[in-house]
C-alpha cells in the first residue's frame, strides 16, 4: 500500500538547470576550461564536487583539494545568487497540482534532493507547505546513485521504502530508487530514465491519476 511520495527538485518541482548550466559555466569561464552542454548533461542529478569533478578531469586539469572545494564555493554563490529569479511561477507544469493532489489525499510528502540550497529553492516557489520532510544535500554523506537521500526520507516519514512512490528525472536518481527498494516515477525521455517502473515526458503526464492507474494493486 502506497502511503508516501518522494520528489527530486531539479527538473521534477521546477528546472533550475538552466541556472545551474549558466553558473557551471561561468566558472569554467574563469578557469579557461572547456564546458558545453553535452558536459552538463552528464551533471544531472550528480552532486557539486562530483560535477566539479567531471568537468575537472574533461579538461584533464589537476587541481589541487582545497582549491576545489574553493571552486565548488565559488559555483555555489553563483548559482544562490541567480536563485533570487525564481517565483511561484516557476514550478514545472503539473507539479504544484500534483502536490497539492496529494496533500488533499492525506499522502505523506518527502523532498530528496541532492541540492544543499533545495530550502531556498522551496521558499522562493512558496512550496514548503506541500512537504512533511525536506531531505537534501546536507541529510546524508553519499548522493545519488545510491539510495541514502531517499532512505532518509522515508525514514522520516515513518515509511518504508516499498511503501513510496519517488519521482526522478535523473539516470543516477532512478538508480537510486531502484537500489532503496523504491517504486520509481521517471521524468524524461527513454534513454535517460527508462529503467523506472513507469515513465512519462513530462510532470504535467505523470498526474496522481495515471500513477495510480499504472500501479494500481499498491492503491
Not at 154 to 167: H, M
Amino acid at each position: 500500500m502506497i502511503k508516501g511520495f518522494i520528489f527530486d527538485l531539479d527538473g521534477v518541482i521546477t528546472d533550475t538547470a538552466e541556472l545551474h548550466y549558466l553558473a557551471w559555466k561561468k566558472l569554467a569561464e574563469e578557469m579557461n576550461w572547456q564546458f558545453d552542454r553535452a558536459v552538463n548533461e552528464r551533471l544531472r542529478g550528480v552532486s557539486r564536487m562530483d560535477s566539479l569533478n567531471i568537468i575537472k578531469d574533461h579538461n584533464n586539469a589537476t587541481v589541487a583539494e582545497d582549491r576545489l572545494l574553493e571552486l565548488a564555493t565559488m559555483k555555489n554563490d553563483i548559482y544562490v545568487a541567480s536563485l533570487d529569479t525564481l517565483t511561484p511561477d516557476d514550478y514545472l507544469p503539473g507539479a504544484k497540482e500534483l502536490l497539492t493532489h496529494l496533500r488533499q489525499e492525506g499522502f505523506r510528502v518527502a523532498l530528496g534532493s541532492a541540492s544543499k540550497n533545495a530550502a531556498k529553492v522551496l521558499e522562493q516557489l512558496e512550496a514548503i507547505g506541500y512537504f512533511d520532510i525536506i531531505g537534501d544535500g546536507n541529510s546524508v554523506s553519499k548522493s545519488k546513485p545510491e539510495p541514502d537521500i531517499f532512505l532518509y526520507g522515508a525514514e522520516k516519514l515513518e515509511l518504508k521504502a516499498e511503501e513510496c512512490i519517488v519521482y526522478e528525472d535523473a539516470e543516477a536518481g532512478i538508480d537510486a530508487a531502484k537500489a532503496g527498494g523504491f517504486y520509481a516515477v521517471g521524468i524524461g525521455p527513454d534513454d535517460r530514465v527508462g529503467h523506472a517502473d513507469v515513465r512519462f515526458d513530462s510532470m504535467a503526464e505523470a498526474t496522481l491519476f495515471a500513477v495510480k492507474s499504472h500501479f494500481k494493486e499498491l492503491f
